[in-house]
DNA sequence: GAGTGGTCTAGACCACCCC
DNA sequence: GGGTGGTCTAGACCACTCT
């Protein structure tokens, strides 16, 4: 049966159509990181339209790495949890270009009042109560990168520095894990700078060294944006990584 | 008529083969940057294959901007020569968000005998003849990163800072307009390290000052490396921006 | 063998561009 | 109006995975 392109004001593609409401299940987790969503000719029922057209709304929602398709198994929901996508945004990598697992050691969370690049680059309004980890990543014992991470409270109750000592894998992977908080996708900028006493003394540098400060924001679903993270960095033997297209 | 997929030793998809096709014409200069290449139907009967696999063909090569589709026009061949696409590859921009287009100041090019680093990221054997070029590039008038770019000589013969100089475009629209040598992706690494005298006295820093060090590495088609710079650039007004995903 | 994604086709029609 | 890319369909068959 021919579905006909329903009630289309300024022209929206049926499979744009489909993608929107396939985004909406994964919001409203109908099905959660890590699992199968129905297959191709189930939803093609249940949205009345062709097989090709779902296939069009999953490919670009692959493209994204929001969904991931696997041959003779199903589609899947992209998951921060799964070892190869476990460090999917860190672009610090070693020269030698082995592929190392960083471990994680976190100097603190705290709680404080929104305020300044963060709160601002969060959408909170000044004085919204946020939390402030801080946070340093080791490459085979040692130290490469001081992260200050802010989120809003509400974004992550009860976290602490033993519950995320104890929780193996990275930051994202711990949002999905605990709150079902998937992030999309993140913007950086990075600038060099001149490490200050504390950076220096957790890096194991010279003050004044130049490092590196990666600012990122990450996004979930809908371009929200949910963490802000300063990133210190030291590159020696270590290097920003990045690929041009 | 359907066309069965032809002698597929360890099965490569039809439209696969297309893109390789699609890719030879490239590299043979069949369709140079900015001209169109035939339209999907007359490519379909060339290869005697279905317009939808054409087309699949070509989404491949059009997300790797190494085709551009116009709806109602044609498929393009991708080029550095178009405004939107002049500096695609440059990742440090103002803060203030501002497009600004930079200038560019060449300052040296010389001959000179492949060592080190260059030679490496190029695949030249130790002495081969390269061409070292020297460049300023300023934003409103302040300099904000200096190059250093190598080439195996035989790639750019009579690159002068007088030809250079007069050529209005970034140095991929430069390789393009002149050599045909068109660049499809690069790879960088970047560092922070303290300006030397001279980065300094370029850059109007003081000498010591933390500045990025941003290595890449820009490759033709055939992920051949053809190109290999080094960047010193100064990060106050200015950083090198990124988006993961 | 049953189920899933992956490929390919043929044909219809739509949106956009330019003459 | 004629050409181009863009959407959508329906159906056939292939490759992969698991049972």
């Known amino acids: 049966m021919p579905a006909k392109p329903v009630a289309t004001p300024s022209f929206r593609p049926l499979y744009e159509q489909i993608r929107i409401l396939l985004t909406q299940s994964l919001v409203a987790g109908e099905w959660k990181p890590g699992e199968a969503i129905p297959s191709e000719t189930d939803l093609a029922e249940r949205f009345r339209v062709s097989q090709g057209t779902v296939r069009k709304a999953i490919d670009e929602l692959a493209s994204e790495h929001i969904l991931v398709r696997r041959q003779g198994k199903g589609t899947f929901v992209a998951s921060h949890s799964e070892p190869a996508y476990q460090y999917r945004f860190l672009r610090v990598l070693p020269d030698s270009g082995e592929k190392l697992t960083p471990q994680n050691r976190f100097l603190e969370v705290k709680k404080a009042r929104a305020s300044g690049e ?128």
């Not at 519950?163 to 711990?174: D, N, V």
């Open 118 to 245: 963060a709160a601002k680059a969060l959408g909170l309004k000044a004085g919204t109560p946020t939390l402030i980890i801080k946070r340093l990543m080791l490459f085979q014992s040692k130290p490469v990168v001081l992260d200050e991470i802010v989120l809003a409270a509400s974004t992550c109750p009860g976290a602490t520095v033993a519950r995320l000592e104890s929780f193996r894998g990275s930051m994202y992977s711990f949002y999905e894990t605990v709150y079902g908080l998937r992030m999309i996708r993140a913007e950086e900028r990075v600038r060099a700078i001149e490490a200050d006493t504390f950076a220096a003394e957790q890096l194991a540098v010279a003050r004044g060294s130049p490092i590196l400060c990666v600012d990122r924001i990450a996004y979930t679903y809908g371009d929200k944006p949910v963490e802000w993270r300063r990133g210190l960095c030291v590159t020696s033997g270590f290097s920003y990584t990045n690929e041009l297209s």
